[in-house]
């Protein structure tokens, strides 16, 4: 991870907070000093949690668990859900499901009806329908791609939430408490960084604010899925080399067994055609006369 510089986030508008009529208390550690009534977030903490968020996210990614996005919020739709698609990770940019975590069986089932209605499309059974079906069915298959066409490819709960706004996302929060799935979050003057595991001091309001973390973190996020990747490179190579060296000494024993009597054979037959068997008698007798004498 390169080291983040705190004039792009100044450039941003990281720094700006709540009015401080509306402040949580807990948000004090990370607020720098007060300006015309409105708090100004330290960047330099900001900084150094963006950091520890990047890596422990780089993690998650790199074991192969899925990071939902949440972001509900109209400013904050479409830049979540282009940087969650750059790095194939669901999101949530409509209305949070209730139960989306806590009751997910549920929620898969809705997401295999999408692809029932399409497969029915396919065999031809969708047109053999009424007009009034066919309509309802649309609009069914409609409504369930708005709000869950992008979780599509999340057949388990995710290792992370990823969320803009707590405040505004309780409801995300408490289920993911309830499951003790670690929550990385943006977080507000107006809100408690205690409802999190990985808290990121910044303006959640701001499309620019939002913009630049999100770039530090799906950046984070793509390291972690390129070393899985290499991980996984490694690991086919070896399994080719084990299966090359297992099947190559079973060869070289088979080859050795079947020369080595060959050569025995050959140097008897060599050593005997070399000795006619009248000078084999001739040899006997020398040797009897040697003795009788």
């Known amino acids: 991870m390169t080291k983040?510089?705190?004039k792009p986030l100044l450039e941003a508008g990281v720094h700006f907070g709540h009015?401080?009529?509306?402040?949580?208390?807990?948000?004090?550690?990370?607020?720098?000093?007060?300006?015309?009534?409105?708090?100004?977030?330290?960047l330099y903490k900001t900084a150094s949690k963006i950091e520890e968020s990047s890596d422990a996210l780089s993690k998650i990614a790199a074991s192969g668990r899925k990071i939902l996005f949440v972001a509900?919020?109209?400013?904050?739709?479409?830049?979540?859900?282009?940087?969650a698609s750059d790095v194939n990770m669901p999101y949530i940019t409509e209305r949070w499901p209730g139960g989306m975590l806590t009751n997910?069986?549920?929620i898969r089932?809705?997401?295999?009806k999408m692809s029932a209605i399409d497969r029915s499309k396919q065999d031809g059974t969708f047109d053999a329908l009424s007009k009034r079906e066919k309509l309802q069915i649309d609009r069914l298959r409609a409504k369930l791609e708005k709000n869950l066409g992008s979780i599509t490819d999340m057949t388990r709960l995710p290792g992370a939430l990823f969320i803009v706004?707590?405040?505004?996302?309780?409801?995300?929060?408490?289920?993911?408490q309830k499951l003790n799935i670690?929550?990385?979050?943006?977080?507000?003057?107006?809100?408690d960084p205690r409802d999190v595991d990985f808290a990121i001091p910044s303006n959640d309001d701001a499309s620019k604010s939002i913009d630049i973390i999100l770039n530090y973190v799906s950046s984070a996020i793509q390291e972690g899925l390129t070393e899985r990747k290499k991980e996984k490179d490694q690991d086919d190579l070896i399994k080719e080399k084990e299966e090359s060296s297992k099947k190559n000494p079973v060869t070289e024993f088979k080859e050795e067994s079947k020369e080595e009597p060959k050569e025995e054979s050959k140097g008897e037959s060599k050593g005997e055609s070399k000795i006619d068997p009248t000078e084999k008698k001739k040899r006997v007798r020398k040797k009897i006369t040697k003795k009788s004498e």
């Not at 109209?74 to 282009?82: D, G, H, L, P």
């Not at 706004?165 to 993911?176: G, P, Y």
């Open 165 to 176: 706004d707590i405040r505004r996302e309780h409801i995300a929060v408490r289920e993911a």
């Open 19 to 42: 009015l401080t009529r509306k402040w949580n208390p807990n948000m004090a550690p990370y607020v720098y000093m007060e300006k015309n009534g409105i708090h100004i977030i330290n």
């Open 72 to 83: 509900t919020k109209k400013q904050a739709k479409e830049i979540v859900s282009k940087a």
């Open 4 to 6: 983040i510089q705190i």
């Open 109 to 112: 089932k809705a997401v295999k």
């Open 182 to 191: 670690p929550i990385f979050a943006m977080v507000d003057t107006n809100c």
């Open 104 to 106: 997910f069986i549920t």
